[in-house]
């Protein structure tokens, strides 16, 4: 809250993520505040304002509007369950950290 109260958003937005919105501050607060409503704020704030805009985003949203994307989309909805779960399970991913 002291960073919500100094004006620092970005602050905010990093340490709300600790927050699992249990609403024990809100519960305790003597001044009926809400903590957990800042944490929810902060980073819509703080992403749609504050942070750099991200090129790679910017070229997914141009894709998808395109329809880049279609062809691969109805393949994945005409797919049997057990179809997406060998999909899923052969799927590229980055490695752990
Ligand atoms: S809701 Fe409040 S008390 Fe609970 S984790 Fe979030 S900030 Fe902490």
Known sequence: MSDALSGD????????????????????????????????????????????????????????ESGEFDDELEKLKKMDEDELHSKYEERDIEPAY
């Open 9 to 64: 958003i970005q602050e905010v937005a990093n340490k709300s993520f600790d927050c699992n919105m249990c609403g024990l501050c809100a519960a305790r607060c003597p001044q009926g505040l809400v903590p957990y409503h800042i944490a929810l704020l902060c980073p819509r704030l703080y992403g749609h304002y504050l942070a750099p805009v991200s090129k790679h985003l910017d070229e997914r949203i141009a894709g998808l």
